[in-house]
């Protein structure tokens, strides 16, 4: 079983930038990152491919967010800039354990425990 840990979240200010990381345990293929505020629906932010790279966006973040990966340690990272208050929400690291298309949550198999992300206006 793939175990998936994140890290990272915090507070930060409007305008202000945080990094992410998500850490997979086993062997995984496209990785992704959704995001959940209260009282909504988990959201797709962004996601990136093992082995072509290739990355989508949720249009909400496109510009400000960027998807990135480390095949070597396993690891897939999201540097998130000009960060605004509607992006506070628990972010959540997600991967598939095969290759196939989707971009949506039931498209995921692993599923990280979330960490909080809070931006200040």
């Known amino acids: 079983q793939v175990q998936l840990v994140e890290s990272g979240g915090g507070l930060v200010q409007a305008g202000g930038s945080l990094k992410l990381s998500c850490a997979a345990s086993g062997r995984t293929f496209s990785m992704a990152w959704f995001r959940q505020a209260p009282g909504n629906e988990r959201e797709f932010v962004a996601a990136i491919s093992k082995n072509t790279g290739v990355t989508h966006y949720a249009d909400s973040v496109k510009g400000r967010f960027t998807i990135s990966r480390d095949n070597a340690k396993n690891t897939v990272y999201l540097q998130m800039n000009s960060l605004k208050p509607e992006d506070t929400a628990d972010y959540y690291c997600?991967?598939?354990?095969?290759?196939?298309?989707?971009?949506?949550?039931?498209?995921?198999?692993?599923w990280g425990q979330g960490t909080p992300v809070t931006v200040s206006s």
């Open positions: 997600a991967a598939k354990n095969s290759i196939r298309s989707g971009l949506q949550r039931d498209d995921y198999n692993y």
